[in-house]
Structure formats: C-alpha cells, structure tokens
C-alpha cells in the first residue's frame, strides 16, 4: 500500500495518464474502456453489494441503477425484486451496457430487465414508477448533480429511496486519477449537501461509511423520497 499511496503524488510528465484514466471512468469507451469494465465488476463487487442491501429491495418491486457500469449491481437487484418484478439500467457508455447485457442476458431474455443509453437528467421513465434506484461509484462525474437528482426524486414514488454510494474523499485523495479534475470527491457533509440541493430532505437522509479494506472507506447515503408539496 506505500508504493501505491506514493502515486498520490505523480511527476508532472504522468498527470495526463492519470488524467486520461480518470476520464475513461468516467466515460468509457473503446477497448480501455471494455478492459475497465472488467476491472470494476472486480472492484465494485463489495460496494454493489452494500449498496443493494442498504436499498434492500423487494419482490416486485421497480429499480433503476444509474451508471449501471458493466452490470453487476443490476444482477443482485433482479435476483432481490424476483420474476415479478422490473429492474433498469441506464449508463451513458454503450460499452458498459454491452458488458451489462452479455452478464445479464437471461434476464434481459426474461423480461425483467432493459437497458438504456442516455442521460441521468432526462431519465426515460414515467414520473413515481420506481421504488428504488441505486448508483454507485458515479456521483463523482455529476457535473449537473441538482438536476440529476431531481430528475431522480421525478422517478421515484413517494416513499422510494435512491441509495448512493461513493468512496470517501480520504481514500480518493490518495488515488492520482482523481486528482486530475475528472472526479468530484465527497466528505459526508459534501455528500448530504448535494442530496439536500437535489430536494431530498434532511431528515429522510441517512449516511454511514464503510471500511472496505486496504485502508479505503466507502460512504453510503439512504434518501427518501417525499412528494412534493401543492403550492398555495
């Protein structure tokens, strides 16, 4: 962990290789893209996992992952809502939704889960048809993170719960990909402030970290959704 904590600190001659890596996270594409892609069903196997069981979805119900990356996270939530319920992926790579689709194939075949290629401002659902949605590891590439979110509370039903899971900006700072512009790093505080400018409100947010090993810790953050008041 020494050596790769030093890469914290890169020569200048490295920080467009780091730069370039963190904009491949955030989009990505052609066959860096698709080797990414295997790496973070490795890495993000113990985060998809918090994350799903924090947002502990039901049979039956509706959810919706953004960022739904190579698809793993979707796999536990078909298994969790069972055949009589609908899970949906959206990812702006269309590599991450080839990888999405070839793991998840059975149940794309099935029904009971689609794919979509777009954006997480404009979600391609109608307004209370999801009861849970998930994102996890893509909160950082949130340029419009308001709009986002409230396009977010749009989709979900009064009482549904959007799960965001982030790594800690304590870990992340050790990481020279993040540090090149390409990731937003968030603090508890930096986490709840983005919620609460998204609509959510504070006492129907919750945020707790967890340790993930190697010195890294991860954050996960529970909104409820409430519906939106008539106005006078």
Known sequence: MDAFNQLARPPVRFRAAWHALGSQLRHPTGVLGHLLGLVMNRLNARPNRVAVE??????????????????????LAVKAVGPTGTVHGIDQSAVMLQQAAKLNRQSRQQGQLHLHLGRFDTLPLPAGA???????????????????????????????????????AATMQRWPFAGTGTHRLF????????????????????IRSVRLGYGMTGLVAIAENQPCRPLR
């Open 54 to 75: 924090a947002l502990a979805p039901r049979p039956g119900d509706t959810v919706l992952e953004l960022g739904c990356g190579p698809g793993q996270a979707l796999a």
């Open 130 to 168: 999801v009861d849970g949605m998930l994102a996890v590891n893509v909160a950082y590439f949130w340029q419009n993170a308001a709009d986002v979110l409230r396009e977010t509370r749009r989709v979900l039903r009064p009482g549904g719960r959007l799960v965001v899971y982030v790594t800690d």
């Open 187 to 206: 603090t508890p505080l930096d986490l709840r402030a983005m919620l609460l400018a998204g609509g959510f409100p504070g006492d129907k947010i919750s």
